[in-house]
T-cell receptor, first 116, second 115 residues
């Protein structure tokens, strides 16, 4: 079945430090792994995603790593800033080119607090 | 920048009443979804819709729920007889292509409170 475990549930870091969030998944068919940021009362917004043909992807201060053998992927935020404070959700989706069955399964979320 | 729009932003209803949540997906998108998020919890998939029919639904999406695309722009979620546990934020979403090839865009959400 599809299940995504996300840790930690809360993370408090000092401004300028790094934050790392980890997710594990159970569906070996999963090949697409997006990360969403949700600010309080707002919609989730995609910040970065990775597909199984790469092991790491970076976009400025944000990076994602993927270990398909171990079935886990991680979000790394470097040089954290107060505006990085939000809830972050990992998600997974099997890469199947078909019209039906097109959904994301989300992790439980990590509440990140960046202290100035 | 085009975005998914939802109405109402907040609805309060009595248990047992019918509720319709409305969404206007991004205009050139082909795939439509409803997700829900109970306060403080994760985002949960309800249903996906493509080519004028449901393509997948979760166990949450029971007979009390239905979706419809009544015209070329609106996508609605109906809850026939609301229960207390239906209280949540309901997010409509759309994507231009299959998710692994393109981004899922969420609306701002409709907060449903069932009393």
């Amino acid at each position: 079945g599809e299940n995504v475990e996300q840790h930690p549930s809360t993370l408090s870091v000092q401004e300028g430090d790094s934050a790392v969030i980890k997710c594990t998944y159970s569906d070996s068919a999963s090949n697409y792994f997006p990360w969403y940021k949700q600010e309080l009362g707002k919609r989730p917004q995609l910040i970065i995603d990775i597909r199984s043909n790469v092991g790491e992807k970076k976009d400025q201060r944000i990076a994602v790593t993927l270990n398909k053998t171990a079935k886990h992927f991680s979000l790394h935020i470097t040089e954290t800033q107060p505006e990085d404070s939000a809830v972050y959700f990992c998600a997974e989706r099997p890469l199947e080119f078909k019209a039906a069955g097109n959904k994301l399964t989300f992790g439980g979320g990590t509440r990140v607090l960046v202290k100035p | 920048e085009p975005e998914v729009t939802q109405t109402p932003s907040h609805q309060v209803t009595q248990m047992g009443q019918e509720v319709i949540l409305r969404c206007v997906p991004i205009s050139n998108h082909l795939y439509f979804y409803w997700y829900r998020q109970i306060l403080g919890q994760k985002v949960e998939f309800l249903v996906s819709f493509y080519n004028n029919e449901i393509s997948e639904k979760s166990e949450i999406f029971d007979d009390q729920f239905s979706v419809e695309r009544p015209d070329g722009s609106n996508f609605t979620l109906k809850i026939r007889s609301t229960k207390l546990e239906d209280s949540a934020m309901y997010f409509c979403a759309s994507s231009e292509v299959l998710l692994a090839h393109g981004e899922l865009f969420f609306g701002e959400g409709s907060r449903l409170t069932v009393l």
